[in-house]
């Protein structure tokens, strides 16, 4: 198992609610069928900070996941600025 961490700064805390409306209306349709998916978490963190987990079964769906969130993120978050995310991924060692 695979997970993938994005954590993005930068955005205006007061859109983060319509953000969350494109994430789980536009992204997360396309998240959720890459094969191997298993879970996706959006996380507001406040002062404009946003993370978001991914889980997969294979890393290769991990990363290609990866290209699916940069992509639409170019294209459907660019107006509100947000910062390069922040990525940490890798393996599962403990799930509990």
Do not use: C
Not at 49 to 77: H, R
């Amino acid at each position: 198992m695979y997970t993938t961490i994005r954590r993005y700064d930068g955005f205006d805390p007061t859109t983060v609610e319509g953000i969350i409306q494109r994430v789980e209306s536009g992204f997360l349709p396309i998240v959720s069928a890459v094969e191997g998916f298993i879970s996706f978490r959006y996380i507001d963190a406040g002062g404009g900070v946003i993370a978001t987990i991914s889980t997969f079964e294979t890393q290769a769906a991990a990363e290609q996941s990866n290209k699916a969130a940069e992509g639409w993120v170019k294209e459907n978050l660019s107006e509100f600025n947000p910062t390069l995310p922040q990525i940490t991924a890798g393996e599962v060692r403990i799930d509990k």
